[in-house]
């Protein structure tokens, strides 16, 4: 949820003069995304998301996430296409902001994923880690393994006041994943952060996925990790194993695991966890209240990872391997 | 900026079952409106806004406001016009929550007001004021002179928090403006909440107006005061001429004003000012940090309030009478 700047009719004409997407009719600040400012606008052409990236965002990495979507939505995966100025640009800059028109997508996100719709999230998930194999850019992972310390010494000598025994219970899950983060797995382009709130339905279909802002290349299994923790919890904390089950048949109907993901599967759960678990920590410490930006509840990936560290292997998860793949 | 409740897709879906506006392709919580919750949805039909009323609407003023909204555009004022369900029904409910469908203005409030929104506004107020005439309810003003004190009192103890010699000031003023608050004035059901993002404009044009749910019957000339108050401050606490002068007489272009009202305007617009004031302040004062409202700072209507206590006649204000008006 975030309108963090809001613009002016005036300085907004000006910056979609060179776009070629119609007059403009209206521009309400939505409330989705929690890094950036989106508004959605209705222009004679139709409707359009037009983002600001605020200062969490490296405008570095913009022409990385752009050119993704781009790459992405002509391998067919349906994804928001960065709109194109007559000129070719695709990055703007509005309100001292770096800024794009990104085409919308109809679509609901679900509030309450079913096993269907977990089974479609796996696909699509398997879909873009193939299509991202032709893309020609390569983004580092900012909050992979080695950035959790860092993460963790801003919050570490806090974190005590969230929970009685949370700073040595966290040091100890780091230090096991420090030293058994598994290595040499398949990697590529990830979305680093599929969310339901970034996965549209229009009924039971997937019309899109949206928010490449966390997309990097690291492991394609620690994105799965990324989403059995996002989709398969229920609001108790019990892991739902019906769902798991769905969401990892569907990845493997489009890309089959390896034995060695398989494997590290338990592990790179218990990582992806502990990150979500470490930014939220730092947010709820660190955030003032009322700056606009939603803090979410550490404990509910305090949780998950204390499921993560029981699991023995990853039919625990609902991993059904069919024995030969090995590439 | 406001989206308190949100809402699934299954429960919106079997919401909007009964209305004839087409398949549901999304929606969004969006950042406007500071009482309720408000959703843009798209259907096949169109674009609509959804409206969930919160808890400082009461409930039993509903069919005021949204009977009004209908009845003004069939006046031929540009308003949104609540959806009727194929039951004839306008107020349902969702999520715990009196809900209504409204038709989507297309249009955009302007951030910077010119003379020319100021013209604008003004003339659209007149219209308001004589459209409503032929409305068959009508609603006291909750914030009228009468309900000033009691909102004081919840805040007089901490106001000198705010500025030392606060809470002086604020008695000094409420006690004239309770003794001198005009009566009599011709009146009829007001806006009383006419503030720039209420008013959408395309290009030059006034494409409507928007957030009945402050509406009520009170005098006329109170609502050109608020207008005043809303319009045609600068930034730096300056109250623009020019921009008086354009709502002035914009208003009095569709409906002069009489004698009696010029006169009251200064003490109309002082208390206008002292009634934003203090519902300011008592957010500032009691609302929690983090609750998602935007709470908007008292002193810019302090100042206010100080400006129109030296106002010695409305001339002052921009106001120029054509002399034998007096009915």
Same mark, same amino acid.
């Given at each position: 949820? =975030?309108?963090?700047?809001?613009?002016?009719?005036?300085?907004?004409?000006?910056?979609?003069?060179?776009?070629?997407?119609?007059?403009?009719?209206?521009?309400?600040?939505?409330?989705?995304?929690?890094?950036?400012? &989106?508004?959605?606008?209705?222009?004679?052409?139709?409707?359009?998301?037009?983002?600001?990236?605020?200062?969490?965002?490296?405008? $570095?990495?913009?022409?990385?996430?752009?050119?993704?979507?781009?790459? +992405?939505?002509?391998?067919?995966?349906?994804?928001?296409? /960065?709109?194109?100025?007559?000129?070719?640009?695709?990055?703007?800059?509005?309100?001292?902001? /770096?800024?794009?028109?990104?085409?919308?997508?109809?679509?609901?996100?679900?509030?309450?994923p079913?096993p269907?719709h977990c089974?479609?999230v796996g696909?699509?998930?398997?879909? *873009?880690?193939?299509?991202?194999?032709?893309?020609?850019?390569?983004?580092? &992972?900012? *909050?992979?393994?080695?950035?959790?310390? /860092?993460?963790? #010494?801003?919050?570490?000598?806090?974190? %005590?006041?969230?929970?009685?025994?949370?700073?040595?219970?966290?040091? =100890? %899950?780091?230090?096991?994943?420090?030293?058994?983060?598994?290595?040499? *797995?398949?990697?590529?382009?990830?979305? =680093?952060?599929?969310?339901p %709130? $970034?996965?549209?339905?229009?009924?039971?279909?997937?019309?899109?996925?949206?928010?490449?802002?966390? =997309?990097? #290349?690291?492991?394609?299994?620690?994105?799965v990790a990324v989403c059995l923790n996002a989709w398969c919890f229920e609001?108790?904390?019990a892991f739902n194993m019906t769902k798991g089950l769905a969401l990892l048949?569907?990845?493997?109907?489009?890309? /089959?695991?390896?034995?060695?993901?398989?494997?590290? !599967?338990?592990?790179?759960a218990?990582?992806?966890? +502990?990150?979500?678990?470490?930014?939220? !920590?730092?947010?709820?410490? #660190?955030?003032?209240?009322?700056?606009?930006?939603?803090?979410?509840?550490?404990?509910?990936?305090?949780?998950y990872?204390?499921f993560?560290? #029981?699991?023995?292997?990853?039919?625990?998860y609902g991993?059904?391997?069919?024995?030969?793949?090995?590439?």
């Open positions: 949820m =975030a309108v963090y700047t809001d613009i002016t009719e005036a300085e907004l004409r000006a910056f979609l003069e060179p776009y070629d997407i119609g007059e403009l009719l209206s521009y309400k600040g939505i409330a989705e995304g929690v890094e950036n400012s &989106n508004f959605l606008m209705h222009t004679e052409k139709g409707s359009f998301i037009l983002t600001l990236y605020e200062k969490r965002v490296d405008r $570095n990495d913009l022409p990385f996430f752009l050119g993704l979507m781009e790459h +992405l939505a002509e391998s067919g995966l349906t994804c928001p296409l /960065p709109v194109h100025r007559r000129d070719g640009i695709v990055l703007g800059e509005l309100a001292g902001r /770096p800024a794009a028109v990104i085409t919308f997508l109809e679509g609901m996100w679900p509030r309450r079913t269907d089974r479609e696909k699509v998930a398997a879909m *873009l880690h193939l299509s991202g194999r032709g893309f020609d850019r390569s983004r580092k &992972n900012a *909050l992979s393994v080695r950035a959790w310390r /860092p993460l963790w #010494n801003q919050s570490a000598a806090r974190a %005590d006041e969230v929970e009685p025994g949370l700073s040595r219970e966290v040091e =100890a %899950d780091l230090e096991r994943l420090e030293e058994n983060w598994p290595d040499g *797995l398949p990697s590529g382009v990830i979305h =680093a952060d599929l969310f %709130d $970034n996965v549209f339905f229009l009924g039971e279909t997937l019309s899109g996925v949206i928010d490449f802002y966390f =997309a990097c #290349n690291d492991l394609f299994a620690y994105d609001r108790d904390g048949s569907g990845y493997q109907s489009v890309r /089959p695991v390896t034995a060695a993901e398989a494997e590290a !599967l338990p592990m790179l218990h990582g992806a966890a +502990l990150r979500f678990f470490l930014t939220r !920590l730092y947010d709820w410490l #660190n955030v003032p209240d009322g700056a606009m930006v939603v803090k979410k509840d550490p404990m509910e990936y305090l949780r990872m204390r993560h560290r #029981n699991i023995g292997s990853a039919a625990e991993l059904r391997q069919s024995g030969a793949e090995s590439h």
